[in-house]
Nanobody, 124 residues
Framework: QVQLVESGGGLVQAGDSLRLSCAASGGTVTSYDMGWFRQAPGKEREFVAG????????YYADSVKGRFTASRDNDKNTVYLQMNSLKSEDAAVYYC?????????????????WGQGTQVTVSS
């Protein structure tokens, strides 16, 4: 069973950048499809980005496309979410998740394991 720990969140100003990390243990990130989700207060958890294990293909929500980049470092067993040009609407708790079976990346129900989340706050 893989454990996921996110880090890198914080308070930034609009237009700034942050890089979130998700360190995996008890399993390797190459064995899972990996996803990033976020949840703002009073809102449902929403898909941000995903990485397929098979071809390292990356997928993004329209709201972050061109600003966010998901990547994976197999040697460090870690996935990353580089977030540039942050907006106030990007503020949320960000979660990393791992899916054992290949299914629809954008659905939270696809994922078997979740991290505890890291808070991103964006001041305008």
């Amino acid at each position: 069973q893989v454990q996921l720990v996110e880090s890198g969140g914080g308070l930034v100003q609009a237009g700034d950048s942050l890089r979130l990390s998700c360190a995996a243990s008890g399993g390797t990130v190459t064995s899972y499809d990996m996803g990033w989700f976020r949840q703002a207060p009073g809102k449902e958890r929403e898909f941000v980005a995903g990485i397929r294990r098979s071809d390292y293909g990356t997928y993004y929500a329209d709201s972050v496309k061109g600003r966010f980049t998901a990547s994976r470092d197999n040697d460090k067993n870690t996935v990353y979410l580089q977030m540039n040009s942050l907006k106030s609407e990007d503020a949320a708790v960000y979660y990393c998740a791992a899916a054992g079976a290949t299914r629809f990346l954008r659905l939270p129900s696809t994922y078997d394991y979740w991290g505890q989340g890291t808070q991103v706050t964006v001041s305008s």
